[in-house]
């Protein structure tokens, strides 16, 4: 079990760019995935990217050539990347650990609007 929080979010006019971020502490997260999911009101939570322990990276076919994840186990850190930010990016953020089952940070808003 590890313990996750996010930080990054903000607003941000369409085009424009922001990068999240995600501490982590404990001593499993090195051997676990990392993923970052968004939700809006009234849907359900989607998976926007992961990477696994091993590196392998897959994204959301709406998010593909804008957003990029990556890891830093040293640091215990997990980021994502999003540029050319649009109006539907807008949502609640969550950085989490170990798929749907695992753990979850408290959640970052990202607002994208002009």
Do not use: H
Request: charged content about 15%; some cysteine; overall charge positive.
């Amino acid at each position: 079990q590890v313990q996750l929080a996010e930080s990054g979010g903000g607003l941000v006019q369409p085009g424009g760019s922001l990068r999240l971020s995600c501490a982590v502490s404990g001593n499993m997260f090195s051997i676990m995935s990392a993923n970052w999911y968004r939700q809006t009101p009234g849907k359900q939570r989607e998976l926007v990217a992961g990477i696994t322990s091993g590196g392998s990276i897959s994204y959301a076919d709406s998010v593909k050539g804008r957003f990029t994840i990556s890891r830093d186990n040293t640091r215990g850190m997990v980021y994502l990347q999003m540029n050319n930010l649009e109006p539907e990016d807008t949502a609640v953020y969550y950085c989490n650990a170990g798929g749907r089952q695992g753990d979850w940070g408290q959640g970052t808003r990202v607002t994208v609007s002009s």
